[in-house]
């Protein structure tokens, strides 16, 4: 991934957790909530495909 890239993916996920954390209401839709966590799932697996081979994972320290 290029600088340029990195950056706008750090102030998305910035932006994500700003929405999130400015709501102190839990998520009432089930299928919503799934959904955003399913998501969440896959942008973890995917960040991690592309890290340097030399980093430790959170699964790989547990």
Same mark, same amino acid.
């Given at each position: 991934?290029? =600088?340029?890239?990195?950056? @706008?993916? *750090?102030?998305? /996920?910035?932006?994500?957790?700003?929405?999130?954390?400015? $709501?102190?209401?839990?998520?009432? =839709?089930?299928?919503?909530? @799934?959904? *955003?966590?399913? /998501?969440?799932?896959?942008?973890?697996?995917?960040?991690? $495909?592309?890290?340097?081979?030399?980093?430790?994972?959170?699964?790989?320290?547990?």
């Amino acid at each position: 991934m290029t =600088n340029q890239q990195n950056e @706008e993916l *750090i102030a998305i /996920l910035n932006s994500a957790i700003s929405l999130v954390n400015s $709501s102190s209401d839990a998520i009432s =839709n089930r299928e919503k909530a @799934e959904e *955003i966590n399913k /998501l969440s799932v896959q942008l973890r697996e995917a960040i991690q $495909s592309k890290m340097p081979v030399t980093h430790k994972s959170f699964l790989d320290i547990n």
